[in-house]
């Protein structure tokens, strides 16, 4: 029993490693920063200076800000997801050698994993004369949830997953004349997360008898962002961000319990997360007194992550997983219409491609490639406050996720080394619905 829990305590360390690099890459890497953006589908994220949200989008337009202000809002996330085509096996075999199916693993696969979830944010926009400006925001660049039912057929492969990376970030920003400006900001992150699948504590696999494993922790940590801002004449505007990568060593605590409470084991458990740099390319184009289109393009440096390394205490080696990510690149277009002097109408489609492979999916994050229909108004009742809301639809292209493990049951006879294990294969397909607000007031 203690060597059967040691490899599930190693086993657990190594999903959470590949856990926190997928919520980064698998499309669930968070853009709800701005409403007023998401209206466009944040095709301008870097050139359309309109509020204060220009703090995260790109430092260097606060210097464009005309007066102080303050803007506060969220979105509101529903993710719908279907689950099709489910095989899900216990295997049997010997140690180091092929496993064999013996049976299905008894349980559901409801979907819909993916609780509905509101992602705040506020941002503070100051400009001191007509060259300088300072600014701050508090905002989540990464995080996601998921949690399927407690006789979910692949929950030996996870069932319930949650990490939230909250920023703050203080921000400069300077001009030099009609034409250029550039911006820098430093980011504090902090990341808590938590992990939990269960181990059958027989063959018979019954999810009332599983022990259930657990894994949390947090660290923070410090990045920087870098903006540019280049307007040849008044009615275009190009930008330019650079987000830095952030190194986090996450330190937190394992833990296994069983059905009737009792804990079997645990343990401390440590790894190291990078998530990393992005550029964002955005062009703003006036094309008439009341109409200006926009254009975006985001590049992620994933290819530099190429495997989950997990350490114990001491340092020692626990394991070692090729990943292989590629760099991802996102394409966004959108426009925006003054129909009245108060009243704006924007709409915009983005194409956000991920950079995880067919190989590695995992069902914590089975995501793949997705599209996001936006439509968006801003109603300025006032000089002083405008209000912003936007709807987003997304939608991604159907996946399919294929696991297997072989380490999920021991035998004393063995010396503890695992003779059976499970697979778990489906079809998904995921939606999801985006509700924002924002309030915006200057001074």
């Known amino acids: 029993m203690h060597n059967k829990f040691n490899k599930l305590a190693l086993a657990v360390a190594v999903a959470t490693a590949a856990f926190a690099s997928q919520v980064q890459a ?5 853009n709800e920063q701005s409403v007023s953006g998401q209206g466009y589908g944040h095709a301008g994220r870097s050139s359309n200076v ?3 949200t220009i703090v995260f989008g790109n430092p260097a337009g606060m210097s ?29 075999g010997a140690p ?3 496993q064999a199916p013996v049976g299905e693993i008894p349980g559901g696969n409801e979907g819909d994993m993916v609780p509905g979830t509101a992602i705040p944010y506020a941002f ?24 399927y039912e407690d006789d979910f057929q692949g929950r030996y492969f ?20 009609d034409q250029w400006s550039v911006g820098a900001g430093i980011t504090y992150n902090r990341v808590e997360g938590e992990l939990r699948r269960q181990l059958p504590s027989s063959q018979a696999f019954n999810s009332a008898e599983d022990i259930d494993s657990r894994v949390d922790g947090d660290d923070e940590a410090w990045g920087y962002n870098l903006g540019v801002i280049y307007q040849p004449v008044p009615e275009t505007t190009l930008g330019l961000t650079y987000r830095s990568k952030v190194d986090y060593e996450l330190e937190g605590d394992f833990s296994a319990t069983a059905p009737t409470g009792n804990v079997v084991r645990s343990s401390a458990a440590n790894l190291d997360l990078t998530t990393p740099e992005t550029v964002n390319f955005s062009l703003t184009q006036q ?4 109409l200006k289109l926009m254009f975006g393009a985001s590049w992620v440096r994933w290819s530099q992550f190429e495997e989950i390394r997990v350490v114990d205490d001491q340092g020692g080696l626990i394991t070692r997983e090729p990943q292989n990510y590629s760099n991802a690149w996102a394409f966004a277009t959108g426009g925006e219409y003054q129909l009245t002097p108060t009243l704006a109408l924007r ?52 996946t399919f996720v294929e696991q297997d493990r072989q380490d999920l049951l021991a035998s004393q006879q063995t010396g503890g080394q695992p003779v059976g294990g499970a697979t778990y294969s489906a079809d998904y397909k995921n939606e999801a619905h985006g509700f924002g607000a924002q309030l915006t007031y200057r001074f």
């Not at 996870?158 to 004349?177: C, H, I, K, L, W």
């Open 26 to 30: 698998g499309g669930y890497q968070i």
């Open 50 to 52: 309109n509020d204060a």
């Open 64 to 92: 464009f800000l005309d007066r102080a202000q303050i803007s506060v809002g969220g979105t509101y996330l529903n993710v719908d997801s279907d689950l099709s085509n489910v095989e899900a096996n216990r295997t049997l």
């Open 96 to 98: 180091g050698g092929s």
């Open 124 to 147: 503070y926009a100051h400009p001191v004369n007509e060259k300088l400006a300072f600014g701050f925001g508090v905002y989540a660049p990464f995080g996601s949830k998921t949690d």
């Open 158 to 177: 996870g069932d319930y997953t949650e990490v939230t990376v909250m920023s703050a970030q203080p921000t400069v920003s300077y001009r030099f004349n």
């Open 287 to 290: 094309m008439s007194d009341r």
């Open 347 to 398: 709409a915009g489609v983005t194409l956000d491609m991920t950079p995880t492979n067919d190989d590695d999916r995992s069902v914590r994050i089975p995501s793949d490639d997705r599209r996001i229909f936006s439509l968006g108004a801003g109603w300025t009742p006032t000089d002083d406050l405008t209000i912003d809301v936007a709807y987003s639809y997304l939608t991604e292209r159907g």
